[in-house]
């Protein structure tokens, strides 16, 4: 039997906003690997779809006015657009709330049913005596049980990071009116997920992908794996299986949608979906770095626990910066994939380049305008474009198309050795890697005809200098051939300029070391153009203007008595060491001296400073805080820090530890 499709699926965006540069990180080079592997000869299949299902939606909606379906519906048809518009093109872009998606989820919760993995059991669940009902997930904020900070219901966002069961946040209040919520008895179904330690650990050890989705999961494994309660009480969603009063939750059917959207495509497409999903398989998951645990713990155990075969591969992005900033809507760094970009005239290719030239996949990606700019003239124009329209411009000048003869073996072995180049980064998901291969051949190309100057050379050897053209055009034949994946709208201009007629996306990627054949080619025109200083400033001044605007929404904070205040017992103290806490890339655990004592401090700093930078720092304490215990460890104070990048309030001249503040 044959081997199965290579199945490519994205994670799938939420219909409770618009489009922004943080989705792009994943389907952008999610569709450039598709595009390559099918033109490696590889049969793909290229799923993705709206994830409709959820509390958000319902409080989005809510807000609104309209129905949750009517909202996804909306966000639905703009995600589609959106994603075409950037020229990444699915084989089925479907939607978890269809009918396809409720059967496939309601018939593996049932296999689950059946197979033993859930049971139901009493927990307590916040519920809001004053909307008068439960509250799942978000709308209910409070204190994480683990580290202390402020939370949502179903994640510690803003602190360890950990995934939350109802009813394991402290001190919930209820997002919607706000009011102080209670713990009632509620009846919930739980996924035996504790018992897949023993398949999980092996199976992540062999899994392909980015290590980082590996890593972080098998992290969170060898901690401890708890059971997942996967019901909620919502109208809006899929119908757990014999109750009319729960729906399954959103991370349970969102993934089964992969499943339900091959099914669509199968049935479309005249193909047999169980190929691949059933047994052994090469699916394939292009994700954010923040749904890791989903995916790579989550979703496996359901697929072994139903009977389906496992993911081959999951490819797990860095996260997004903007202007050096932590990606943040609230806070206007943003940069919306629309609004921001495409509406204003700017070729989808340009940003398709950046997000996949401008750092390893697994790396965090900064976007400025200036930046932006400069790597699109210096690497684009400079170098690709420049390099295109002087081999194209003086090959029909001087013949009208593309001369005869051979191509130097010297230039073949050259694009030999790019081709091996880029085949093992794109299969290893380093798209920069590839990306630099290829502007380095471009690069080759414009040191190779600067060198040899055919123009100088036609007035004493046209032979000679049609040869140089020839081998510049098989240079200029095998970057189109391998830009496509990246820039695939200017690859197809390229194409056509070379004098041919059809799709470049038609033809096979070692073609590119097929010699050129001498053909007649229409005059050449700049494939790319300069972004100049007066629209990046314009671009940037857009940014910069939200940024400030979003500023100026300062939240109303309480007024507190000057009685109030006294009580915080606020001291200098001195960093005697600082260590990090093992499995959390956040937490460092202080020992402080505060004078009267030493103190065991635990501060989410570690992505700030060194260990070894803090001993001995002078630094602000509140001391008199209810001791709280952080991923484990017991913690007896505040270490107090200002802004985004945790810059510690320190004492202006030498005091001693233990010194109050006031």
Same mark, same amino acid.
């Given at each position: 039997?044959?081997?199965?499709?290579?199945?490519?699926?994205?994670?799938?965006?939420?219909? &409770?906003?618009?489009?922004? $540069?943080?989705?792009?990180?994943?389907?952008?080079?999610?569709?450039?690997?598709?595009?390559?592997?099918?033109?490696s000869?590889?049969?793909?299949?290229?799923?993705?779809?709206?994830?409709?299902?959820g509390?958000?939606?319902?409080?989005?909606?809510?807000?609104?006015?309209?129905?949750?379906?009517?909202?996804?519906?909306?966000?639905?048809?703009?995600?589609?657009?959106?994603?075409?518009?950037?020229?990444?093109?699915?084989?089925?872009?479907?939607?978890?709330?269809? #009918?396809?998606?409720?059967?496939?989820?309601?018939?593996?919760?049932?296999?689950?049913?059946? &197979?033993?993995?859930?049971?139901?059991?009493?927990?307590?669940?916040?519920?809001?005596?004053?909307?008068?009902?439960?509250?799942?997930?978000r709308?209910?904020?409070?204190i994480?049980?683990?580290?202390?900070?402020?939370?949502?219901?179903d994640?510690?966002?803003?602190?360890?990071?950990?995934?939350?069961?109802?009813?394991?946040?402290?001190? #919930?209040?209820?997002?919607?009116?706000?009011?102080?919520?209670?713990?009632?008895?509620?009846?919930?179904?739980?996924?035996?997920?504790?018992?897949?330690?023993?398949?999980?650990?092996?199976?992540?050890?062999?899994?392909?992908?980015?290590?980082?989705?590996?890593?972080?999961?098998?992290?969170?494994?060898?901690?401890?794996?708890?059971d997942?309660?996967?019901?909620?009480? $919502?109208?809006?969603?899929?119908? !757990?299986?014999?109750?009319?009063?729960?729906?399954?939750?959103?991370w349970?059917?969102?993934?089964?949608?992969?499943?339900?959207?091959?099914?669509?495509?199968?049935? +479309?497409?005249?193909?047999?979906w169980?190929?691949?999903?059933?047994?052994?398989?090469?699916?394939?998951?292009?994700?954010?770095?923040?749904?890791?645990?989903?995916?790579?713990?989550?979703?496996?155990?359901?697929?072994?626990?139903a009977?389906?075969?496992?993911?081959?591969?999951?490819?797990? %992005?860095?996260?997004?910066?903007?202007?050096?900033?932590?990606? %943040?809507k609230?806070?206007?760094?943003?940069?919306?994939?629309?609004?921001?970009?495409?509406?204003?005239?700017?070729?989808?290719?340009? $940003?398709?380049?950046?997000?996949?030239?401008?750092t390893?996949?697994?790396?965090?990606?900064?976007?400025?305008?200036k930046?932006?700019?400069?790597?699109?003239? &210096?690497?684009?124009?400079?170098?690709?474009? &420049? !390099?295109?329209?002087?081999?194209?411009?003086?090959?029909?000048?001087?013949?009208?198309?593309?001369?005869?003869?051979?191509v130097?073996?010297?230039?073949?072995?050259?694009?030999?050795?790019?081709l091996?180049t880029?085949?093992?980064y794109?299969?290893?998901?380093?798209?920069?890697?590839?990306?630099?291969?290829?502007?380095?051949?471009?690069?080759?190309?414009?040191?190779?005809? @600067?060198?040899?100057? #055919?123009?100088?050379?036609?007035?004493?050897?046209?032979?000679?200098?049609? @040869?140089?053209?020839?081998?510049?055009?098989?240079?200029?034949?095998? $970057?189109?051939?391998?830009i496509?994946?990246?820039?695939?709208?200017?690859?197809?201009?390229?194409?056509?300029?070379?004098?041919?007629?059809?799709?470049?996306?038609?033809?096979?990627?070692?073609?590119?070391?097929?010699?050129?054949?001498?053909?007649?080619?229409?005059?050449?025109?700049?494939?790319?153009?300069?972004?100049?200083?007066?629209?990046?400033?314009?671009?940037?001044?857009?940014?910069?203007?939200?940024?400030?605007?979003?500023?100026?929404?300062?939240?109303?904070?309480?007024?507190?008595? !000057?009685?109030? !205040?006294q009580?915080?017992?606020?001291?200098?103290?001195?960093?005697?060491?600082?260590?990090p806490?093992?499995?959390?890339?956040?937490l460092?655990?202080?020992?402080?001296?505060?004078?009267? +004592?030493?103190?065991?401090?635990?501060?989410?700093?570690?992505?700030?400073?060194?260990?070894?930078?803090?001993?001995?720092?002078?630094?602000?304490?509140?001391?008199?805080?209810?001791?709280?215990?952080?991923f484990?460890?017991?913690?007896?104070?505040?270490?107090?820090?200002?802004?985004?990048?945790?810059?510690?309030?320190?004492?202006?001249?030498?005091?001693?530890?233990?010194?109050?503040?006031?």
């Open positions: 039997m044959n081997s199965p499709p290579l199945l490519v699926t994205c994670g799938l965006p939420y219909t &409770n906003g618009p489009c922004h $540069l943080g989705h792009l990180r994943t389907y952008v080079p999610a569709d450039a690997y598709v595009r390559y592997m099918r033109r000869g590889e049969e793909v299949v290229f799923v993705c779809g709206s994830d409709n299902h509390t958000p939606i319902v409080v989005s909606a809510e807000e609104a006015g309209v129905s949750p379906r009517e909202l996804s519906e909306r966000y639905h048809r703009h995600f589609d657009e959106t994603f075409k518009r950037m020229d990444v093109l699915f084989d089925r872009f479907g939607m978890t709330d269809d #009918p396809t998606n409720h059967h496939r989820t309601k018939t593996m919760v049932s296999e689950l049913i059946k &197979n033993g993995f859930i049971y139901k059991q009493v927990v307590h669940q916040a519920y809001c005596t004053k909307c008068r009902r439960f509250l799942p997930d709308y209910v904020e409070g994480c049980p683990h580290c202390g900070t402020q939370a949502r219901g994640e510690c966002d803003q602190g360890c990071g950990k995934h939350l069961e109802p009813g394991e946040i402290r001190d #919930p209040v209820c997002k919607v009116c706000q009011t102080k919520a209670e713990f009632r008895d509620q009846e919930h179904y739980f996924f035996k997920l504790s018992e897949f330690k023993e398949f999980l650990l092996p199976y992540l050890e062999k899994l392909r992908g980015t290590s980082n989705a590996r890593n972080y999961a098998i992290g969170w494994i060898n901690d401890e794996l708890h997942w309660c996967i019901t909620r009480t $919502l109208e809006w969603g899929v119908k !757990f299986p014999g109750r009319d009063d729960l729906v399954v939750y959103v349970v059917d969102a993934p089964i949608g992969y499943i339900a959207f091959t099914e669509e495509w199968a049935k +479309e497409a005249g193909k047999d169980k190929r691949c999903w059933c047994g052994e398989n090469r699916v394939t998951h292009f994700i954010g770095g923040d749904i890791i645990y989903h995916h790579s713990i989550f979703w496996p155990a359901l697929l072994k626990a009977g389906y075969g496992v993911p081959h591969a999951i490819v797990a %992005s860095g996260m997004v910066k903007v202007d050096d900033h932590k990606f %943040s609230s806070r206007g760094y943003v940069v919306w994939t629309n609004d921001d970009y495409l509406d204003k005239g700017l070729p989808a290719d340009y $940003l398709r380049y950046y997000l996949l030239a401008y390893s996949h697994t790396k965090e990606l900064n976007f400025s305008w930046v932006f700019s400069e790597r699109i003239n &210096n690497e684009v124009v400079n170098i690709f474009g &420049n !390099f295109m329209y002087r081999t194209l411009f003086f090959a029909h000048k001087e013949w009208e198309g593309i001369p005869g003869g051979a130097d073996p010297a230039i073949i072995a050259e694009i030999d050795t790019c091996t880029v085949d093992g794109m299969r290893e998901y380093e798209f920069k890697g590839a990306v630099d291969a290829i502007m380095t051949l471009a690069a080759f190309g414009n040191t190779y005809i @600067q060198t040899n100057a #055919p123009w100088k050379l036609i007035k004493t050897d046209r032979t000679a200098a049609a @040869q140089v053209i020839k081998n510049c055009i098989q240079i200029a034949k095998a $970057l189109t051939l391998l496509e994946p990246v820039m695939p709208a200017k690859a197809q201009e390229c194409w056509k300029q070379l004098g041919c007629s059809d799709k470049v996306a038609d033809h096979q990627i070692a073609e590119a070391a097929y010699p050129v054949r001498e053909t007649k080619i229409n005059a050449p025109f700049p494939l790319f153009s300069r972004m100049e200083e007066d629209q990046v400033k314009e671009l940037d001044a857009l940014l910069q203007k939200r940024v400030a605007g979003a500023n100026k929404k300062v939240e109303k904070i309480p007024v507190v008595t !000057f009685e109030e !205040f009580k915080l017992d606020i001291r200098t103290g001195k960093v005697l060491s600082a260590e806490i093992p499995k959390s890339n956040k460092l655990k202080l020992q402080v001296d505060i004078g009267s +004592e030493t103190r065991q401090i635990v501060a989410g700093i570690q992505q700030f400073y060194k260990p070894d930078e803090l001993a001995g720092r002078e630094i602000v304490v509140v001391t008199n805080l209810a001791p709280a215990k952080i484990g460890v017991e913690s007896n104070g505040m270490i107090l820090a200002a802004g985004d990048f945790a810059s510690l309030l320190v004492p202006l001249r030498p005091v001693d530890p233990g010194t109050k503040i006031r």
